[in-house]
């Protein structure tokens, strides 16, 4: 065996006794350095002949190689160890805090109005809006409700001047006059919004939201008010059946008018709505006065048709089982983030209403 | 409106139950508010029993008791009987309740010092028998019913309370009630009361209704009673005061209560001898007064109508009596008047005086003017049967006329708006019992409104009283159509909800605050604009409009913070106000973040907040709502409740559209809180003079290469002039900019900054060649240095 084969089996053996990475790495410099072990037997032949020279150099390349083979399997080894033991000191108690993840919260009135708005889409209404600030004639005397009539005590209005003409809304009907006046039936809208009165205890507060509905043609009547509202209410609700009654009453603004009751009981503290033997008074309706649809340039004698108002925030307390109207605005962390709902959560007509 | 079944009995021939009527009222419009236990006079008095009778520490002959009412308490009575023993079972009179003996009402008073809450009563006290040593001793039967009313009822029918709607006035009376019902089949409406009393004295005042504009009594009739003995009244009309929710008073006033809301007929009674000559119905003076009958002194401006003698006002018409000529237990004459008020002047009088009573509430409905008669006929009736006299003969003036109105009527208009098949037979028939008179003309009607209808004007009103009396369940529910023409939203809504959603999602919890608020914080927030009060505000807290979002935000985040949240991100979507006018509102998208540094926090924060984060939430939202960043441009002016130098404003590329701020809020308002502000209407509009198409994807396969550059600049120089220059050397080449550093301080002059930028280069066409990449880099610098005043850093 010569000097050179000599040394390379000790290399060999040296390195398969190694296990430290450092220490292959040492021994890899020592074989393959600047001045290491190949560069050194490279040198050596310089002066020999050609011939003996490529035999020489066909054994250091081979050699090389060889080696090169055991360093790269080697450094595996090592690395694997390394990590390994790297592995095993990488104990997190994953138990503790995840990095928290900032999602906020849509409010329940807007929620459930995009909810009624996906049912109304179904049956064909469009969205309409109206400012909030209104004047006392789109407020109150476009829609038959007189000066100086009692029924306009029935409305604690907030005014914005002494003269009592600009106030802030006190139900969304005057939107009905604004979407009249600006166009030609028929009309089939649906307007939510902000709605203002001078009331604040308990069960009121001195801004609340409304739906108001309407659907003026040449032969609505009041058959489709009752299909109507009872697909709504069905389809809010989420329920197959509900039980609803039709109770005559008085607004300035419909002839005939009703209230809309509906069926619940209540089972553990809790409102189901649906069938039950109890009434929940939740709306009102009627057929658009003659009056308000010649105030609104319609011709009464060709259309005809009917309007409805709703509490939004009472449909969201009922649905949601939220017992405080004052809630809704008092933005307290806790209630927000509570019925507050997921912003991806979107009401649609194919993947339903609620989650 | 409040009556009993028997009292309904006394109009309507029925053979219905109680439960079956309130069932049938809510039917045709009359809502049931409730249906409860008459109120005796007596069912105040309860069973109970002294617990502890100690002596009266300041008096000797009085007694300090403790008394078990059957509630969770005892209650503490002073009282003087000497048979107050412990342990004794007696009648306890609570305060509010009134002593049947001498009609004292009961009060929490101090006896010597010690106070005693009601009273422990005696057998006369009670008006059982004249025994009146002494408090009355139970016997120990009574132990059970501690609590419980001493007196059984005498009869167990119930106070049937309706919510009556403005426009039925006729049904603030028993009478119209029942008949109502007599047109739902629900029986048969008895006839009135024949007249058959004698008038036998001569009305001898002179009453007269002055001509006058505005004047609102057009009808005043009255009679004459002399010699009647005013008393107590007998048991029935009691009964029938007490289940109104009224007090008995004597029998003249509780007759004029009993007619007023038997037959919707207000009355009102005078006694005769204290008023001085005649009677004149005239439009008041200014500054006149009146004592009124609720013991309170109005002053009266002008044109309000008072029924008046030579002496002055002797009371308010339609409203409310005088205590001059009130009528007492002892007054000998009366007269009785029956008159009709104009409902708006009546309403309009009483708003400006804040004066509210049973009669106004009618009046000001409108009440029938031909039962002006009927009404001194009933109520003289009952006077003389009750308290004896004679009657004089009825005078009636009158200045206007009220004629009843007739509709032409078509009854298929019924079937049309109903949606069913109504027969003309049936529509004729419930018109005729609601007391409407029907003559057939051609195809039409022609109906004469009964006068105690004022709600009824036109062919609409007969339809509702046709299907109310038919009932609303007859109506047969038709399917809505699944059919739609128009788009739900429109532009702007879809808008309005996206972004709504879009900023939800970053964390901010969505608030809805009042559109007012407090007028002082306000200020704070309103730049240029007028401040919008609110007349009648619900608080002196809110009582502007809001101008800005922020007021109102801030407010709840603090009261969270003290809550213990601390930190905390919010939004509103809603109006903020810029002038009083309907339409002067935009829609304003405002957020706000606090963080709240807590020193105990043990791990150190890596998401401390500041100006940037709030701006990537406002510029991601837009970029959601279909804004890219390079559509817009930042300036660093903004409004004034916003930090100077912590705070920008963006706008659209041109500048015409403001569509944000954002920024640190001022601290002098709030510390450490971040805001932003989005102005839906501009984006909108920016948006839809804007519409773009999505661009099919080109990229290009060309090796990019990146260059960092650091130009020294003035250190008012903005990041966003630089990143503008480049970006217009060659946009066919510059790819991208991005600013990865920017240094202010040591070796560099105190008037300069350092900004380091990366400008990425590729060519669409080929690969670039150092060659390439030295010339356009050469060009940056020389742009860079010319355009901004900059340096090149080396």
Redesign the interface.
């Known amino acids: 065996m010569s000097d050179f084969e000599k040394k390379i089996l000790d290399y060999k053996n040296k390195l398969n006794n190694t296990k430290d990475l450092e220490e292959v790495e040492s021994i890899k410099t020592e074989i393959f350095g600047k001045s290491g072990f190949v560069n050194s037997e490279f040198k050596k032949i310089g002066s020999l002949s050609v011939d003996e020279k490529k035999n020489i150099a066909s054994n250091i390349n081979k050699a090389k190689q060889e080696l090169l083979e055991i360093f790269k399997a080697k450094s595996l080894d090592a690395l694997d160890k390394d990590l390994n033991e790297k592995i095993k000191k990488e104990k997190i108690d994953v138990t503790l805090p995840e990095h928290e993840f900032k999602i906020g919260k849509v409010h329940p009135v807007s929620q459930v109005i995009d909810e009624i708005s996906c049912i109304f889409s179904e049956i064909g209404f469009s969205v309409e809006e109206g400012p909030d600030v209104e004047n006392d004639y789109n407020n109150f005397t476009a829609l038959n409700t007189p000066e100086n009539h009692p029924a306009k005590d029935m409305h604690d209005t907030f005014y914005l001047d002494e003269n009592m003409k600009t106030l802030l809304r006190t139900h969304t009907s005057p939107v009905q006059v604004r979407t009249m006046l600006k166009g030609k039936p028929p009309f089939k809208i649906i307007a939510p919004g902000r709605t203002y009165r001078s009331d604040s205890d308990q069960t009121h507060t001195p801004m609340f939201h409304q739906l108001e509905g309407l659907h003026i043609d040449k032969d609505i009547n009041m058959g489709h008010l009752k299909g109507c509202l009872n697909y709504f209410i069905k389809e809010f609700f989420e329920v197959k059946k509900i039980k609803m009654r039709f109770r005559p009453s008085h607004f300035p603004f419909t002839e005939p008018s009703a209230e809309v009751d509906i069926g619940y009981r209540v089972e553990k503290n809790k409102i189901i709505i649906g069938d039950g033997d109890q009434w929940l008074e939740i709306l009102g309706c009627g057929m658009v006065h003659p009056n308000v649809l010649k105030n609104c340039k319609v011709d009464p004698k060709k259309y005809q048709g009917f309007a409805f108002g709703i509490g939004i925030d009472r449909l969201a307390m009922l649905k949601y089982g939220i017992k405080d109207l004052r809630s809704f605005f008092e933005c307290d962390y806790r209630w927000l983030n509570h019925y507050g709902f997921d912003p991806l959560d979107v009401p649609t007509n194919y993947r339903g209403l609620s989650k | 409106m409040k009556f009993t079944k028997d009292w309904l009995d006394d109009h309507l021939k029925t053979k219905k139950t109680e439960s079956q009527i309130v069932e049938k009222l809510?039917?045709?419009?009359l809502?049931v508010e409730k249906v409860e236990p008459i109120k005796n006079e007596l069912s105040d008095f309860i069973v109970a029993k002294i617990i502890k009778a100690k002596k009266h520490p300041n008096a000797d002959r009085l007694k300090l008791c403790d008394v078990d009412i059957g509630k969770k308490d005892t209650v503490k009575v002073v009282c003087g009987a000497p048979n107050a023993k412990d342990n004794l079972l007696t009648i306890y009179a609570p305060p509010g309740s009134t002593i049947p003996k001498n009609g004292m009402k009961l009060e929490v008073s101090k006896i010597r010092g010690e106070t005693s809450y009601g009273m422990l009563c005696s057998e006369s006290e009670l008006k059982i028998s004249n025994e009146s040593e002494g408090i009355i001793d139970l016997n120990y039967k009574f132990q059970s019913k501690i609590g419980k009313p001493y007196f059984q009822k005498k009869n167990n029918s119930n106070v049937i309370e309706l919510s009556i709607?403005?426009?039925?006035p006729d049904c603030l009376g028993v009478r119209g009630i029942a008949r109502d019902l007599s047109a739902s089949s629900f029986g048969s409406l008895r006839g009135t009361r024949k007249s058959k009393i004698k008038k036998e004295i001569k009305h001898n005042i002179r009453v007269k209704i002055e001509k006058s504009k505005n004047q609102a009594c057009s009808i005043f009739g009255s009679c004459i009673i002399k010699n009647i003995t005013n008393t107590e009244s007998p048991g029935w009309l009691k009964n029938r005061i007490l289940a109104l929710g009224l007090r008995p008073i004597s029998a003249v006033v509780d007759i004029t209560n009993y007619v007023m809301f038997d037959l919707n007929r207000p009355l009102h009674a005078y006694d005769i001898d204290k008023i001085k000559n005649r009677i004149i119905i005239r439009n008041s003076k200014k500054d006149e007064s009146l004592a009124a009958l609720d013991n309170k002194k109005y002053i009266l401006s002008e044109n309000m109508c008072v029924i008046s003698d030579d002496e002055g006002p002797l009371g308010l018409g339609g409203i409310i009596g005088g205590k001059r000529s009130g009528t007492g237990l002892n007054t000998k004459n009366i007269l009785l008047e029956s008159a009709y008020f104009d409902?708006?002047i009546t309403?309009?009088t009483s708003k400006k005086l804040d004066l509210n009573s049973d009669a106004k509430f009618r009046f000001?409905?409108g009440i029938d003017p031909h039962s002006v008669k009927e009404g001194l006929e009933v109520a003289a009736d009952l006077v003389i049967n009750i308290c004896g006299g004679k009657v004089s003969n009825f005078d009636i003036q009158q200045i206007k006329k009220h004629e009843t109105s007739e509709i032409k009527f078509d009854p298929s208009i019924v079937s049309?708006?109903?949606?069913?098949k109504i027969k003309t037979n049936d529509v004729i028939k419930i018109l005729t019992d609601l007391g409407f008179n029907l003559k057939k003309k051609g195809k039409h009607f022609n109906v004469k409104i009964p006068s105690w209808r004022p709600d009824i004007f036109?062919e609409?009103?007969l339809?509702?009283e046709v299907?109310?009396i038919m009932g609303?369940?007859n109506?047969?529910?038709?399917?809505?159509?699944?059919?739609?023409?128009?788009?739900?939203?429109?532009f702007y809504?879809k808008h309005f909800?996206l972004a709504?959603?879009?900023?939800?999602?970053?964390?901010?919890?969505?608030?809805?605050?009042?559109?007012?608020t407090d007028e002082i914080v306000n200020n704070k927030f309103r730049e240029n604009i007028e401040s919008?009060?609110?007349?009648?505000?619900?608080s002196s807290e809110?009582n502007v409009?809001r101008n800005s979002l922020y007021p109102n935000l801030i407010y709840?985040l603090e009261?969270?913070l003290n809550?213990g949240?601390g930190d905390?991100?919010?939004?509103e979507i809603?109006?903020s106000?810029t002038g009083?006018?309907?339409?002067?509102?935009i829609t304003v998208i405002c957020g706000i973040k606090k963080q709240y540094l807590n020193s105990e926090d043990s791990l150190k924060r890596t998401d401390l907040i500041d100006v940037f984060h709030i701006k990537k939430d406002l510029i991601q939202t837009l970029l959601e709502l279909g804004i890219d960043k390079d559509e817009t441009k930042i300036v660093d002016k903004t409004p004034s409740y916003y930090h100077p130098g912590i705070s920008g404003t963006i706008l659209s590329k041109e500048g015409n559209y403001t569509l944000g701020c954002f920024g640190a809020l001022h601290p002098k308002i709030i510390t450490n809180t971040y805001g932003f502000e989005i102005f839906l209407e501009n984006l909108v509009n920016y948006k839809s003079k804007n519409k773009k198409i999505k661009q099919s994807l080109i990229f290009s396969d060309y090796q990019k290469s990146d260059r960092d550059f650091a130009f020294l600049v003035n250190k008012s120089t903005k990041a966003q002039d630089l990143i503008d220059v480049i970006k217009n050397i060659d946009q066919s080449l510059i790819k991208n900019i991005k600013i990865f550093d920017v240094y202010e301080g040591e070796n560099i002059p105190s008037d300069k900054k350092s900004i380091a930028l990366k400008v990425t280069i590729q060519s669409d066409f080929k690969t670039l060649n150092e060659k390439d990449l030295n010339e356009i880099s050469q060009k940056i610098i020389l742009t860079v240095e010319k355009q901004v005043s900059a340096k090149l850093r080396s």
Do not use: C, M
């Open positions: 809510n039917n045709i419009g809502e709607t403005p426009n039925r409902p708006e309403r309009k000001e409905r049309k708006t109903v949606g069913i036109g609409i009103d339809v509702e299907i109310r609303f369940d109506i047969k529910s038709i399917e809505p159509d699944k059919k739609r023409t128009k788009p739900t939203l429109n809504q909800h709504q959603r879009s900023v939800a999602s970053k964390g901010y919890f969505e608030t809805i605050t009042w559109s007012f919008i009060k609110i007349v009648n505000p619900i809110l409009l709840y009261k969270n809550r949240f905390q991100s919010l939004f809603g109006p106000f009083k006018k309907p339409g002067q509102q």
